[in-house]
């Protein structure tokens, strides 16, 4: 029998199954492989990504998911030595999900919105490429990007003390109508940012 690739499940319609639940190793490798099938796509992103796709973490929460790629060879001591010029450590991709900046949505219009295609299935999802920077004082901050080269969102980078298998993991909670993501990095730093569903009919009023 043909093996079912899950891959599309994630980014269409994922099933129902415990909140936040984090897939295993196994059964996230499909979701990077879809991704990254057209790579113009996956490395085309306003700030230049590239990810591995071999080592995806994926959440998921009944029809909503999210997923992170981690840039190849991410080192603890590049996010450390990052300055003012935006380092990239990954992409963040989310399915019926953008995040949240001061409280309101961001717009599907401001995201980066791409088409995945997979077991002849297509499902169009934002893609996120997320970098670091330094700041005065020395505190590190996490930049998400959309569609720009101007960040979407911009959040206090924290300092961790973990042991991770992956070079970026993902933790999340549901809050109502929205939700937090938590992005773990090499279990040095984190960074907690909120989103919410994503309205394919909002437009941005900017």
Same mark, same amino acid.
């Given at each position: 029998?043909?093996?079912?690739?899950?891959?599309?499940?994630?980014?269409?319609?994922?099933?129902?199954?415990?909140?936040?639940?984090?897939?295993?190793?196994?059964?996230?490798l499909p979701y990077g492989k879809a991704v990254s099938a057209d790579a113009k796509q996956l490395n085309?992103?306003?700030?230049?990504?590239?990810?591995?796709?071999?080592?995806?973490?994926?959440?998921?929460?009944?029809?909503?998911?999210?997923?992170?790629?981690?840039?190849?060879?991410?080192?603890?001591?590049?996010?450390?030595?990052?300055?003012?010029?935006?380092?990239?450590?990954?992409?963040?991709?989310?399915?019926?999900?953008?995040?949240?900046?001061?409280?309101?949505?961001?717009?599907?219009?401001?995201?980066?919105?791409?088409?995945?295609?997979?077991?002849?299935?297509?499902?169009?999802? #934002?893609?996120?490429?997320? &970098?670091? @920077?330094?700041?005065?004082? /020395? !505190? =590190?901050?996490?930049?998400?990007? *959309? $569609?720009?080269?101007?960040?979407?969102?911009?959040?206090?980078?924290?300092?961790?003390?973990?042991?991770?298998?992956? #070079?970026?993991?993902?933790? &999340?909670? @549901?809050?109502?109508?929205? /939700? !937090? =993501?938590?992005?773990?990095?090499? *279990? $040095?730093?984190?960074?907690?940012?909120?989103?919410?569903?994503?309205?394919?009919?909002?437009?941005?009023?900017?």
């Amino acid at each position: 029998m043909k093996k079912i690739l899950i891959a599309v499940t994630v980014l269409t319609s994922l099933q129902l199954a415990s909140a936040q639940e984090k897939l295993s190793r196994d059964e996230a490798l499909p979701y990077g492989k879809a991704v990254s099938a057209d790579a113009k796509q996956l490395n085309g992103t306003p700030i230049a990504t590239d990810v591995d796709a071999q080592q995806p973490v994926v959440m998921k929460d009944g029809e909503y998911g999210s997923m992170v790629l981690p840039q190849k060879n991410l080192k603890a001591e590049t996010i450390a030595k990052a300055g003012e010029t935006a380092v990239p450590i990954g992409q963040l991709w989310l399915q019926k999900l953008t995040p949240m900046s001061d409280g309101e949505a961001i717009a599907k219009d401001r995201l980066r919105l791409v088409t995945v295609r997979a077991e002849g299935e297509e499902v169009t999802a #934002p893609q996120c490429a997320l &970098a670091v @920077r330094k700041i005065a004082g /020395g !505190k =590190l901050e996490l930049l998400v990007y *959309g $569609k720009s080269k101007e960040p979407v969102l911009i959040v206090a980078l924290k300092p961790l003390e973990a042991v991770q298998s992956m #070079p970026l993991d993902l933790a &999340a909670e @549901r809050e109502g109508d929205a /939700g !937090k =993501l938590t992005v773990k990095i090499l *279990g $040095k730093y984190q960074a907690t940012l909120s989103v919410t569903e994503l309205d394919i009919l909002a437009e941005s009023m900017q």
